[in-house]
Every structure is written in C-alpha cells, then in structure tokens.
C-alpha cells in the first residue's frame, strides 16, 4: 500500500531534550512537508523539501531541523531551542508541480514536553 | 500576508440536509484550492480540490470557486453524522516553485441524527 507513516504516534519530551520525528513515504513524491497544529489553529508550515539535498524554512522554522538524505525520508528534529513544542506535528508530501499541488498527510505525531 | 478566512463554527444541520462551508482568500493570485476533512485526534484527508471558476461535483461533495470574488465553498448534500469533523480549507499561490499551502483556521461541522 502507497502511504506516509509518521512515528512514534505518541512522544514525550524533557525539557531540554532534542527529539527526532520520522516520516517515511512510499508515493514516489519530490515534494515532502512539516506543520504543526495547535488546538483550534491552522496548520502552519515549519520545513519543506522539494528536492533530495535541499529544504526550506517555513512561516515557524526557529526551534526546528530537517534533512532529506533520501527522497522518501523526511525527519524532523526538535530542538531544546523550541520554547513551546507540545503540538501535532503533521508530514506531507506531493508531486512538486508548480501548477497542482495536493498534499497527502501522515498520521501524525503528538508530542508533549513534561 | 496571505490568508485564509473560515468561520469557525460549530456548524449544525440536521441529518440529510446540505451544509455549506465557506471559505475567503486574500491572495489574488491563488491558484489552487482545496479541501480537507479532519476527524478529531486525526490527520487532515482531501476531499476535493478545484483549479477553474465554478463547480466541481465528486458524489455528495460540490467544491465551488469564484476567483473575482476570492471565495471557495464546499457543499455537503445528504449529510451524514459520519460528516461531522472540521473542514479545512487550503490555498496555494501561483508561481513556479511555489508548493506551499495556506491553511485556513477550519469549520467544526456537526451534523444532528
């Protein structure tokens, strides 16, 4: 089955602590994306790729790190420099067309820092 | 800044009713609209995606565009409890290069057996 998985469902932070979100993808898509969604809010872009080796910062990048080594791997880290991380954290991705651009999303990970 | 305006809602109506759900651009230069349904503690899903002025039907699902006036909207006939979620509406902006989306704030639809 074509798909995204995100992992682990469920994460739980310490302050201080740096913490890596996976999101794998099997589509055969360029394009792949990090939002966070808080209660009641929209999501809101943190990184993208369009490209293996390139990535750029979203509207709320600070506090965050991405690679894209491989085109179906994506990881997000979280870092101790993010003051409010307790979120759901949401992977896309998409064909990377300038024209069409649905965006199919993981299951999600929600992180809680104690 | 880009924005996508949605009324948050709740919105109710009654089981078999058509719910309508309405969202408001600032960008004149979108391009691409979409719509996601999120159940509450899960992922957003597409639904329906419309790239040309007027309608566009998929089973009880119409998504309707109108760029003059930068307002896109989502009817759901015979609406089902199983409808009940919030309704996400995206945007994305012309340009080549330019994949990013812009979420709107989503409507809670509540549909009542």
């Known amino acids: 089955d074509g798909g995204i998985t995100q992992s682990p469902k469920y994460l739980f932070r310490k302050e201080g602590q740096n913490v890596t979100l996976s999101c794998e993808q099997n589509l055969n898509h360029d394009a792949m994306y990090w939002y966070r969604q808080d209660p009641g809010q929209g999501l809101r872009l943190i990184y993208y790729?369009?490209?293996?080796?390139?990535?750029q910062k979203g509207d709320i990048a600070e506090g965050y790190s991405v690679s894209r080594e491989k085109k179906e791997s994506f990881p997000l880290t979280v870092t101790s420099a993010q003051k409010n991380p307790t979120a759901f954290y949401l992977c896309?991705?998409?064909?990377?067309?300038?024209?069409?651009?649905?965006?199919?999303f993981g299951p999600g990970t929600r992180l809680t820092v104690l | 800044q880009k924005e996508v305006e949605q009324n948050s809602g709740p919105l109710s109506v009654p089981e078999g009713a058509i719910a309508s759900l309405n969202c408001t651009y600032s960008?004149?230069?979108?391009?691409?609209f979409f719509w996601y349904r999120q159940y509450s503690g899960k992922s957003p899903e597409l639904i329906m995606f419309i790239y040309s002025n007027g309608d566009k039907e998929d089973g009880r699902f119409t998504a309707q565009l109108n760029k003059a006036s930068q307002y896109v909207s989502l009817l759901i006939r015979d609406s089902q409890p199983s409808d009940s979620a919030t309704y996400l509406c995206?945007?994305?902006?012309?340009?080549?290069?330019?994949?990013?989306?812009?979420f709107g704030k989503g409507t809670k639809l509540s549909v009542i057996p």
């Open positions: 995206a945007v994305k902006a012309l340009g080549a290069g330019s994949y990013q989306l812009t």
């Open positions: 960008d004149r230069g979108s391009q691409s």
């Open positions: 896309a991705s998409s064909i990377a067309s300038a024209s069409y651009n649905e965006q199919f």
């Open positions: 790729s369009q490209i293996v080796n390139d990535f």
